[in-house]
């Protein structure tokens, strides 16, 4: 929690409340373009009660919706400039295989947004990824761009400097601290201010906004909120009411029977596949009749000889209560997953080795981002899982954004904006 006897500076340039991917990212743009950010986490750092901790997250530019795709080669280019800037290696190229029924519209799209008319059969794939099975009727499409981010150390690339303590800002947290990487806080050092263990009590809009927490109180003439799950809760006395729902999502790993299960075929590497002896390959499987919000999965990075395989979707749930689930009670998902394996990845073992949880927080039918509310405050709400924190801080400074905001608009949802706000 914040040390008392420390005196708060009670005024910013900006405040993002929420310090996940999102609202980290999005106070690091700002805090570079020389605005006094202030970063707001209600838990103490680091911690896996949102949808931002582990390991690994999948990149790409195999994406169905054509917005989505247009915005990921800025993604790659920031990641590049943020790990010049920390120091350390925050991307690894394993490339990604697209699995699907020849045909399925989001497949489709997948393979327009990579511009290639090259699809695998099962014998092609067979000989490049022994470890991944199609049947029949079903194909794959190559992204050689696709890979894994390493999400926690990005995270501390922004956060670990601040939350940690550095300048007095805040006090240790009773966690062991990560180990440490090169020049890790770059958002303090552009400026910006952390405070975990500070729960938002209230936003009071205005010229100037006023954001109350269990430590103090700040203001500041930018607001962007970032609160995942706690979204709903937080904007609703705000006169907003989005159709925001919390899922929690089983996180399974599966235990290689042979080391490798998902690497490069020996007989004949596929073009633009990784070497032989490399890292496998991330998946993802679209368009399956039993699994109609995909599957997706990691090779063994996380745990040794554990490959990450899980279901892109899961069962509603109250973000303070998602750790709560009776012992014993039915994981349908985790059923689903073990047929995948059984079917698709003969190498695994159908049975999960380690089950973790996590947050997602969707509304349909399309994550977005509220370029402008009615009014003048500029309080903005990106996308639960939008590939990019690029719209946010632009947006805030009042500046045209390198890419249209138009699809993510929040006036699609009718009757989500009330007077008050």
Partial sequence: MAVPSQPHQATYDAIVIGAGIQGSFAAYHLAQRHRDTLLLEQFILPHSRGSSHGQSRITRSAYARAPYARMIPDSFRLWQRLEAEAGTSLYRRTGLVVLGPAGDPELEGCRHSLGTDRVLDATALARCFPGLRLHAGEVAVWDGTGGVLFADRALRAVQVGAARGVGGLLAPSPQPPPTPIPTQDVFRRHGGTLRDGEKVLSVEPGAVLTVTTTGGVYRAPRLIITAGAWTSTLVAPLGLRLPLQPLRIDVCYWREKDSGTLSVGTARPC??????????????????????????????????????VCYHHGSPTDPEKRDRAPPGAPRPDVTLLSDFISSYLPGLDPQPAVVETCLYTVRPPFPGVEPRCPGSQPLLLPAPRDPLALHPHTLSLGEEPSHSTAPFAIARFPGALRALL
């Fill in 271 to 308: 073009p633009g596949t990784p070497s032989v002896g490399t890292t496998g390959p991330c998946f993802m499987a679209l368009g399956l009749r039993r699994a109609p919000h995909g599957i997706y999965g990691l090779p063994a990075l996380e745990y040794p000889g554990l490959v990450k």
